[in-house]
């Protein structure tokens, strides 16, 4: 991966320097020029800039979010924007490179904008990762409070950016806010009180929304999990599980995921499947029908009202 880096820095900065990328050369002359990893990023910024920015997705909607290479056009795109909106974390390793082989760039890191979490061990919901180390669950997002304080961070960058439409960007941000606030409270009353253990046939990337609302888990992998089989102890241990009384009666996994083993468990057990959307990546058909952080939250409320009543 860092060899990759380098090359594609390396070959981004000869584009640069012999003229190769003069359609993207230079800041923004028209509109602000807006470059986001990753679709939280994409939606927050486009929540607060509406149209008076052109806002690029980087990640491919539909591809795999933690194998993410930066092209040489990518890098040719970041360097020459007014605003490079990232997450961090180790899945963004790459940006800290990147960043120090181009010119000064505008940047947010959206994880500065939280208090991060060390991961957890996804099998007993205890904690694994000792306190002085730097690893920590980079899926900040998927807790609509920490959501709201990431519109807050746009919004302030938008405003340092463009002050003239000062007035405009606070409007939206207190707007968008409310909406992600409004269903944050609906979470609360949904899971208030809930003791039961969700138990997972996939990555775990919701630590911080599991958190927020109190709740019980275990899962086949962390979050940021390279393991695409799990091991029989693993499967074991999360089929003994579903049987226990105090487990959601559905096996969860999230967006893009192959299922394999949530099918299997939920098969095995006469349990039905619920999709559990991070928010991360979208379908290009989602993309194409305009789906926002806020929406896509509202499906994740309808699914656990359903998953919770036994639906």
């Known amino acids: 991966m860092f060899r990759r880096v380098i090359s594609v820095i390396a070959a981004a900065l000869m584009a640069l320097l012999c003229g190769c990328s003069s359609a993207e050369s230079g800041k923004s002359k028209g509109k602000p020029q807006i470059i986001t990893t990753i679709f939280p990023a994409y939606d927050f910024a486009r929540a607060v800039f509406g149209d008076t920015a052109d806002i690029t997705l980087l990640l491919t909607p539909g591809s795999e979010s933690h194998s993410y290479d930066p092209s040489a056009r990518d890098i040719v795109k970041i360097d020459n924007c007014d605003l490079f909106i990232y997450n961090g974390g180790e899945s963004d390793s790459w940006v800290d490179t990147m960043l120090k082989s181009t010119d000064e760039v505008n940047t947010l890191r959206m994880m500065d904008s939280v208090e991060a979490l060390h991961e957890e061990d996804v099998q007993n919901g205890e904690s694994h990762v ?46 968008y806010v409310q909406q992600i606030n409004n269903l944050g409270k609906r979470f609360s009353e949904l899971l208030k009180g809930e003791e039961r253990h969700f138990v997972f046939g996939d990555r775990f990337p919701l630590l911080y929304f599991f958190r927020e609302y109190d709740l019980n888990y275990y899962a086949a992998f962390p979050g940021c999990g390279s ?22 009666d559905a096996v969860f996994h999230i ?13 095995e057990n006469g349990l039905p499947t619920a999709e559990f959307h991070t928010c991360h990546n979208i379908t290009a058909d989602d993309f194409a029908a305009g789906e926002s952080y806020v929406s896509l939250m509202e499906r994740n409320y309808e699914m656990l009202k359903n998953a919770l009543n036994g639906g």
């Open 130 to 175: 000792e306190h002085d180390d730097e690893e920590y669950d980079e899926h900040i997002w998927t807790s609509p409070k920490n959501a709201a304080l990431i519109v807050e961070s746009v919004k302030s960058a938008a405003v340092q950016l463009n002050p003239e439409k000062s007035a405009f960007y606070e409007q939206r941000a207190r707007d």
């Open 255 to 267: 967006e893009l995921s192959n299922r394999k083993l949530a099918d299997n468990l939920a098969n």
């Open 227 to 248: 393991e695409t089989e799990p091991s029989a102890q693993v499967v074991a241990f999360l089929a003994e599980k579903l049987k226990e009384p105090d487990t959601v």
